[in-house]
């Protein structure tokens, strides 16, 4: 899934020569084969290196606080949602619910690399989610919507419907 997610992330960078990938333990933990350097292991090191690479400095954070914002973001994706245990999904789901209330996107107003890995990561489990479960968690839910449709984001990944009329009230139409 890793290498999928990568994949996608180099063609959203609008990267053109695509990198070569392998995979190393158990985990299935990505290693990027770096030509002119040391390889790179692991999804965050890598998604950070191609966003650097495609000069697109914006998607780690504009500021040091946006900064340090993302990158906590992107820790909870590897540490919290990856190889999340079943029976802790719906901890994971209400937490991120919860600080999404008053926010369009996980380090505040700007689009960053954590709303794309973080994306990726909770797709499988969104998908699988009932109409009325989607609705329990309404800012999440929002959220996603609009990350799946940012540009050139959703890529190797199905659509997930969401129903808007439960997420927005007639003022809004």
């Not at 350097?37 to 998604?47: C, D, K």
């Not at 590897?78 to 079943?86: G, M, N, S």
């Not at 919507?145 to 927005?168: A, E, I, M, S, T």
Request: hydrophobic share 35%.
């Amino acid at each position: 899934m890793a290498l999928r997610e990568l994949s996608s992330l180099e063609k959203s960078l609008g990267l053109k020569k695509p990198n070569k990938y392998s995979t190393q333990g158990e985990r299935k933990v990505p290693v990027l084969q770096n030509s002119n350097g040391p390889s790179l292991t692991g999804l965050v090191t890598i998604a950070v290196h191609l966003v650097q690479d495609a000069k697109r400095p914006e998607l780690l954070g504009v500021s040091a606080e946006q900064r340090a914002v993302v990158q906590q973001w992107l820790e909870f994706r590897v540490t919290k949602l990856d190889d999340c245990p079943r029976e802790e999904v719906k901890n994971v789901l209400k937490d991120l619910n919860q600080y999404l209330e008053d926010k369009v996107y996980l380090a505040g107003n700007d689009f960053t690399l954590a709303d794309t890995l973080m994306y990726y990561g909770i797709h499988h489990i969104m998908v699988d989610l009932a109409v009325q479960e989607k609705e329990k968690y309404v800012n999440l839910s929002r959220w996603f919507d609009h990350v799946q449709h940012y540009p050139g984001v959703r890529h190797h990944l199905p659509p997930v419907v969401v129903l808007r009329n439960r997420f927005y009230t007639s003022s809004h139409h």
